[in-house]
């Protein structure tokens, strides 16, 4: 039973023994995942670009996932890449696959933002982000699973079950 900030619990008697209330401290509700808001401008041939709404998730039972989800009309459109590409797109290009990262140096305001191209059978994107924004996300997400301890939140028991199921 929670009274005030800690648990009561009543314990069974042991042979010999009185019968014992003992108080344990209530553990704080710790948070398990980031959700950040950004603003991103998808480049264009010509013009400052369109705005795109987007957000980032992290979460610590996927510790390594970034999720990315852009919300357009009447769909998002949610894309998965590692959190580690994000980091070292800060500083040099990185991903060599559908997802690159990389700083961009031409911004049209010459504030420090950082690009991502997304390819897939459908299309192409480049779109641009502050770079504080990103930080902002970072930080937030390694405070939550250190970068190198990302192992100690995985769930293998419930990871094998979905891919023996």
Avoid at 32 to 57: F, K, M, N, Y
Avoid at 97 to 106: M, R
Avoid at 125 to 137: G, K
């Amino acid at each position: 039973m929670l009274v005030g900030n800690s648990w009561t619990r009543s314990l069974e008697p042991v042979s010999g023994h009185e019968h014992t209330e003992v108080d344990v401290p209530a553990l704080p509700h710790r948070k398990t995942e980031v959700d950040v808001d950004v603003s991103l401008r998808l480049r264009t041939t010509s013009g400052p670009g369109l705005p795109v709404p987007a957000s980032l998730h992290y979460g610590a039972d996927d510790p390594y996932a970034i999720h990315a989800v852009f919300r357009g009309g009447d769909t998002d459109v949610e894309w998965v890449f590692a959190r580690d590409l994000l980091r070292e797109g800060l500083s040099a290009p990185a991903g060599a696959g559908d997802v690159q990262v990389q700083p961009c140096s031409d911004s049209p305001d010459g504030r420090p933002r950082v690009l991502l191209r997304l390819s897939s059978p459908d299309g192409n994107a480049e779109l641009e982000a502050d770079e504080s924004d990103v930080r902002r996300f970072l930080r937030r997400a390694d405070a939550l699973v250190p970068p190198g301890r990302e192992t100690r939140h995985l769930d293998l028991d419930e990871l094998i079950a979905r891919l023996v199921s």
